[in-house]
């Protein structure tokens, strides 16, 4: 895992960013649940405009979770405000290299369930595509679990996301 993010501070563009997102689950740092606190502050931060003092938080946070795509797409959008060009290249990038992890698998059905590392992270991948969630169930298929959700979008197109929760149900 020091590897991987020795690499990416370094913008080394082989990093493999859905092994970083797997090894990370393996860290004691990693909680499935956690960083809502965080996450809350800085996005309230990146809304009111206050863009040092939510890219201060993103990237304090980032220091024990780097590859949370929120907080990386906070810091995006922050140093973008402040007009801080590395910044705004190197947490754009990063954001992005993290949704492509994600977005390895197209979440339709439980074979190309997207993998999750984190519920929060579930609800903003989402929204990323424009979807809100109507209704998430919960379902065992083939040895793995998965929660699923009913989403729709604005234009009213509904579909169903899911989301392969081995990682996060395996740290309980």
Not at 91 to 102: G, K, P, Q, Y
Request: proline share 1%; aromatic share 14%; glycine share 6%.
């Amino acid at each position: 895992m020091r590897i991987c993010l020795n690499a990416r501070k370094k913008s080394d563009p082989t990093v493999d960013y859905a092994a970083m997102r797997m090894a990370y689950t393996e860290t004691e740092d990693y909680s499935p649940y956690g960083g809502s606190t965080e996450r809350h502050k800085m996005f309230t931060e990146l809304t009111e405009k206050k863009y040092k003092e939510s890219l201060a938080t993103a990237e304090a946070f980032l220091k024990t979770n780097f590859v949370d795509v929120e907080a990386h797409y906070c810091a995006w959008q922050s140093a973008l405000g402040l007009k801080d060009d590395a910044k705004t290249k190197f947490h754009e990038n990063t954001f992005r290299s993290l949704m492509d992890a994600i977005f390895e698998y197209d979440g339709l059905t439980a074979k190309s369930a997207m993998l999750s590392i984190g519920i929060s992270e579930q609800y903003f991948v989402m929204g990323v595509l424009g979807f809100q969630r109507r209704s998430k169930g919960l379902v065992r298929e083939e040895g793995s679990i998965f929660d699923v959700h009913d989403a729709e979008n604005k234009d009213g197109e509904s579909r169903k996301f899911y989301f392969n929760i081995d990682k996060v149900f395996g740290r309980f």
